[in-house]
């Protein structure tokens, strides 16, 4: 490590006064130039060492340095004129008063030798900016390229150290890689940016150090040549802006995030505020316009600020503002190109005249520069990025308007996408709903409560689900999903959900339903394809049929992940089905599985995006349902919110999620009644009064003699058309009456409309007239046809 150099502290008299104009340091310097020692002049107002009936005037410094020549009072009682240099510094810690560090040189004046090997340097032949530093590092020679660049010259400043001269903290790094030359003997070359002297603008400095030797070998000072290289270091500055904004900008297909990542990449390299303000595309028939006349109405999409947290500001983000002409907003909108201007030059005074808020947040800040960029993509403009300096000095330049183009117009294409794909999923999310049930219907077979989620980044997909009320008081359950994300798979969701409810209309086994479902996905797919070769439509598919008369629930799935069932009072368990292979495949069998429910089980139907993730197997996504399902409750709803909470990520879910979950309730045999009809039509009669009698026990007089009619004309169809055995059964709940009658025929009834000549044909048309609805259903060993009486409307 190499050992600090010493300096000669007293070859330079320095001293450091506050703003109040009181001394707070005295160098052994100042004490050999004015004779006072620190003790006696530190702490007292430094106005005390002037001169006051000289013919010199000493006004208050203005900027950051001050030079001049002044008159001192001497200790011994005479008169010392002096030069001197002072810098401008802030408090060490920030945010306090600041201070000026004054100094002159002692020793700027003394004899130089031409034999000298620091007067044999060739300065004048230099082609940049030279100074020879001493072996102390003391100011010894400059050419007139350096005495330009520092602003002084030469004979003023002899003597100085570096950070003496330019007064700023990079002076100070300087010259700690002057002593590593002047101790080690080795050049160093360094880059740094500062502003020089007398520059109004920073500049980008390559110094190249390099030690001076004397015939012996021996160092004797520090040769320092400074290249200025400011434009190159521009351009690769702005080379690597834009290629940090193509990373940076559209890292989602988020609007509003791709518009704050716009502002907070012109923060602070190019500007010291930025807001971003994007049109309302429903101001414009849905899509934003290709030009626009002024006043316009904006939102506000995102802004930055160099200042420590955002900085109150007129216009809060979300919030929409009417922007007239004559402001930067509309201006640059307007002409459609980019519009630079002066705050407080008289260019904008009628639009701050016009927003007083906003003209004292400009006055506050210091606000100066001001330059509006277009956001424009595909032909269409999408809003405007305006760029404000305050704290920078400079001027936007046309280089800065260069650079501001090229990543505005990067982040246009971006929040164009984000716009687009924000849209499309609008649409889709919009067309699922609209597929989706509602509301699930309330049926006397099971309570039901669902859930879907589109997912947080693919956007919505082909998840769905239903609840579908069947004869017989029974209720089919359906969840499924459609392969892809977006409004076709959205589509071909809503065609299979229509396809799976005519189905089950029919009253189709649920291996039977999937079969007709599997050829559909297959014609789907083929419509879909183009030349000659088919398309990607596939699905999963799980059909579950639940009777609450006999509690016996028959299930059957294509490729779709297996149920949960949660028995009254105990654990958790898969039910184990045939998989079945997925929809679209063509030509394999489904089978289903049949199952006794204890009447209070909960069922859970779900889509694989509720168990499937990155962070875990399907395994540790089943264990973590059970673990949900285990704390159930009797609220469905409630413990449908559990497993989102417990299994989803804060984030959202990276595929979507259909969640159903249902609750068995039983029928009391109390509201069921059999009767096995002899095959004689003579007996229907008897039949008749049974039903009545059975209606009168139940309490529904009211419905008797619909019932009664119905009965007949089904018992007598079932007779003469029929086959052995037959069969009627009367259920009932509190708003439904209905009457089956079944037979082992496969043979099924036909409504009909009668001539006015014919003397039959009526009865079914009689039956559809009197009743909600009716059908007919096949089953293993015949039909069932059946009929609705509701019991509300007759009361």
């Known amino acids: 490590m190499s050992p600090v150099y010493p300096f000669d502290d007293a070859a330079t008299a320095r001293a450091a006064i506050d703003d109040s104009g009181t001394l707070l340091e005295w160098n052994a310097g100042a004490e050999r130039l004015l004779g006072w020692s620190a003790a006696e002049v530190v702490g007292r107002p430094a106005g005390c060492l002037l001169v006051r009936d000289t013919p010199d005037t000493v006004l208050p410094p203005v900027g950051p340095r001050w030079h001049g020549i002044v008159t001192l009072r001497h200790r011994d009682g005479r008169a010392v004129r002096v030069w001197l240099l002072a810098h401008r510094r802030g408090s060490p810690h920030g945010g306090g008063p600041g201070r000026w560090l004054v100094y002159t040189p002692l020793e700027g004046d003394r004899p130089v030798s031409p034999d000298d090997p620091l007067s044999r340097a060739a300065l004048a032949q230099a082609p940049c900016a030279v100074a020879v530093y001493d072996d102390r590092l003391r100011l010894y020679r400059i050419n007139d390229a350096m005495a330009d660049v520092i602003g002084l010259p030469e004979e ?28 080690t003997g080795r050049p160093q070359e360094v880059r740094t940016y500062l502003r020089a002297g007398g520059e109004d603008r920073a500049h980008a400095w390559l110094i190249r150090m390099a030690p001076v030797m004397d015939p012996d070998g021996r160092v004797r000072g520090v040769c320092a040549a400074a290249h200025d290289f400011t434009e190159n270091y521009r351009s690769r500055q702005r080379l690597q802006l834009v290629n940090e904004a193509s990373v940076r900008i559209g890292t989602t297909l988020d609007v509003a995030r791709t518009a704050q990542e716009l502002a907070d990449m012109c923060v602070p390299a190019l500007t010291d505020f930025a807001t971003v303000d994007l049109i309302d595309p429903q101001d414009y028939g849905g899509e934003p316009p290709a030009r626009i006349t002024a006043p316009v109405s904006l939102r506000r999409a995102a802004h930055q600020s160099v200042l420590e947290g955002i900085p109150e500001v007129v216009t809060q983000v979300g919030h929409v503002e009417l922007y007239p002409a004559s402001s930067p907003q509309a201006d640059s909108l307007t002409a459609g190109r980019t519009i630079v201007g002066a705050l407080g030059s008289g260019e904008l005074d009628h639009w701050l005249a016009w927003n007083l808020p906003r003209r004292e947040r400009v006055r506050e800040l210091g606000m100066h520069s001001v330059m509006s960029v277009p956001i424009r993509a595909r032909g269409l403009t999408l809003g405007v990025a305006v760029l404000t300096r305050h704290r920078n000095p400079e001027p936007f330049t046309a280089d800065d308007v260069l650079l501001a183009e090229e990543i505005t117009a990067r982040a246009a294409v971006c929040i164009d996408n984000a716009r687009r794909f924000s849209r499309e999923r609008e649409t889709a999310l919009a067309l699922q709903r609209s597929l989706l049930p509602r509301s699930l219907p309330r049926t006397p077979a099971v309570d039901a409560a669902s859930r879907y989620l589109p997912a947080a980044r693919a956007g919505v997909g082909g998840d769905w689900f239903d609840v579908i009320p069947l004869s017989g008081m029974r209720v089919a359950m359906v969840v499924g999903d459609v392969i892809g994300h977006g409004v076709q798979a959205s589509a071909t969701m809503g065609r299979l959900r229509t396809a799976v409810r005519t189905l089950a ?24 394809g183009g030349e000659g070769r088919p398309g990607e439509v596939g699905a999963t598919c799980l059909y579950a049929v639940y009777d609450p008369v006999s509690r016996h629930c028959t299930m059957a799935r294509a490729g779709h992940p297996s149920p949960l069932v949660v028995p009254p009072g105990g654990e958790p368990r898969q039910i184990h089905l045939p998989a079945g292979p997925p929809l679209g495949l063509g030509g394999l069998p489904f089978e289903s599985a049949d199952l006794d429910l204890s009447e209070g089980s909960v069922l859970s139907f779900y889509t694989d995006g509720l168990i499937e993730s990155r962070d875990w197997d399907g395994d540790a996504g089943h264990r973590l349902l059970r673990e949900a399902l285990a704390t159930y409750t009797d609220s469905l709803d409630e413990t449908c919110d559990r497993i989102l909470h417990a299994l989803l990520p804060a984030g959202g879910a990276a595929d979507d999620v259909a969640l159903l979950l249902a609750r068995t309730r039983g029928l009391p045999p109390s509201q069921v009644s059999t009767w096995d009809i002899p095959a004689d039509p003579a007996l229907v009669a008897p039949v008749r009064k049974q039903v009545v009698e059975q209606l009168d026990t139940w309490g529904l007089q009211d419905a008797a003699f619909t019932a009664e009619l119905v009965v007949s004309e089904l018992v007598t169809n079932a007779i003469r058309y029929g086959a052995r055995p037959i069969r009627l059964r009367l259920i009932h709940d509190a708003t ?9 025929s496969h043979t099924a009834p036909h409504l009909r409309r009668a001539k006015t000549w014919d003397e039959g044909g009526r009865g079914l048309l009689l039956v559809a007239q009197l009743t909600q609805r009716w059908g007919s259903r096949h089953t293993a060993d015949g039909k069932t046809i059946w009929a609705e009486i509701g019991l509300l409307e007759e009361e």
């Open 156 to 183: 003023r400043i002899r003597g100085l150290r570096m950070p003496e001269i330019g007064g700023k903290v990079q002076n100070e790094e300087l010259e700690r890689h002057m002593v590593g030359v002047l101790t």
């Open 505 to 528: 209309d029919i009253d189709l086994a649920p291996e039977e339903l999937l079969t007709h479902l599997d050829d559909l996905v297959v014609r789907l797919s083929a419509d879909t």
């Open 736 to 744: 439904t009456l209905i009457c089956e009658v079944s037979d082992t």
